[in-house]
């Protein structure tokens, strides 16, 4: 059931500290206390927020990128870790859920994660983005079927959370809808302009185009999280200054690539507009009443469905990676040396 109540959430846009978890730690406290401070039960920042989209991955030689990719590795956090706690205590701290996208080190591997922690400082959501997209992939590793679970219930309601071109998978989309969220976050990173070259999905129309969708089909309000980037930020990340039209594989990175915004569940945009480059947090308060009037017309997973016909089948156990087989047949699964959704220890006094 659906409370009859409004609900003020907080969307960032703002630039990360770039290949720095350390100052981009502070300035996700920084922003999780002002959202707090404007009444905000929940704050979304975007894909990679800590340390920030490896930008450097679209332009430049590939040793000059697996240079670069140390020292992001370096500045890559884990899930148990000292950043993760300090962000908990900071949703305890203030009252507020919290949702961050950040890339996650376990053991020698990357991996594009997130986590929603509620008022309380509790992890509720740990998952991983299942395939990283194109060159995504030369430093980030896949979710296991762990991470098809990506909804959660909170305070205020379900909330559910995909990556970018996440937003371009039929079935774990569909999946998503069937956990049913009453708040989903699309988290981004940046996205630009059509440049004439590159393929018109990477650019932000298709962005805003495939989110607004999400909130058509799902039938729940949408939080579109992004980041930006500036000159500065293009020069620390290594991304040469170069035109949108020159068809260069860095070509339609360029400063701006903001587009965070509200979406109700008919699709409608609720947050103000602002520029690509505008550095604000939005706030909106979210009329819970506009999600049960959405479903009157359609409910994909409900009244607006043929099971009959058609239906998804989803494997969510993670699958072991040496299984010993014994004389007598048997197999022993070897303990696991990758442990990303453990459990987390309830939070004790004060950082």
């Avoid at 205590?89 to 859920?97: E, H, Q, S």
């Avoid at 205020?156 to 976050?185: A, D, M």
């Avoid at 039209?245 to 903001?258: F, M, R, S, W």
Wanted: hydrophobic share 40%; with cysteine; net charge negative.
């Amino acid at each position: 059931m659906v409370a009859k109540e409004k609900v003020r959430v907080a969307v960032p846009q703002i630039e990360p500290s770039w290949l720095d978890k350390d100052s981009g730690l502070q300035r996700i406290l920084e922003v999780i206390k002002e959202a707090s401070e404007e009444d905000a039960k929940l704050i979304a920042f975007g894909e990679l927020f800590l340390p920030g989209y490896p930008s450097f991955l679209y332009g430049g030689r590939m040793n000059d990128v697996y240079k670069h990719g140390i020292q992001y590795a370096n500045n890559a956090v884990e899930v148990d870790g000292p950043e993760i706690a300090a962000i908990r205590y900071a949703a305890r701290d203030n009252k507020i859920i919290v949702h961050v996208g950040f890339t996650e080190r376990d053991g020698k591997s990357l991996y594009m994660s997130n986590v929603i922690i509620d008022e309380h400082g509790e992890v509720l959501l740990h998952r991983r983005k299942i395939k990283p997209s194109h060159y995504e992939r030369v430093l980030h590793g896949e979710g296991g079927p762990e991470s098809a679970i990506n909804c959660v219930e909170t305070s205020i309601g379900r909330i559910s959370v995909l990556n970018c071109w996440e937003h371009f998978q039929p079935l774990l989309k569909f999946h998503t809808y069937h956990q049913r969220p009453l708040i989903h976050i699309a988290a981004w990173p940046m996205l630009h302009p059509y440049g004439g070259e590159e393929q018109w999905a990477h650019c932000v129309d298709s962005g805003v185009g495939v989110t607004r969708t999400v909130a058509c089909e799902s039938g729940a309000f949408v939080l579109c999280a992004t980041n930006i980037l500036t000159e500065k930020g293009m020069k620390i990340n290594h991304v040469p200054g170069i035109s949108v039209n020159t068809g260069d594989a860095a070509g339609h990175i360029q400063p701006g690539g903001g587009f965070s915004a509200v979406y109700a569940p008919d699709g409608s945009k609720l947050s103000k507009d602002i520029s690509d480059l505008e550095e604000t947090v939005l706030y909106v308060d979210l009329d819970l009443d506009m999600v049960p009037f959405a479903a009157l017309v359609q409910d994909t997973v409900g009244h607006y469905s043929r099971p009959d016909m058609f239906h998804l089948v989803v494997k969510s156990q993670p699958a072991p990676l040496v299984v010993y087989q014994t004389e007598d047949g048997k197999q022993i699964s070897a303990p696991s040396r990758v442990k990303p959704f453990k459990a987390l220890p309830p939070l004790e006094g004060h950082l």
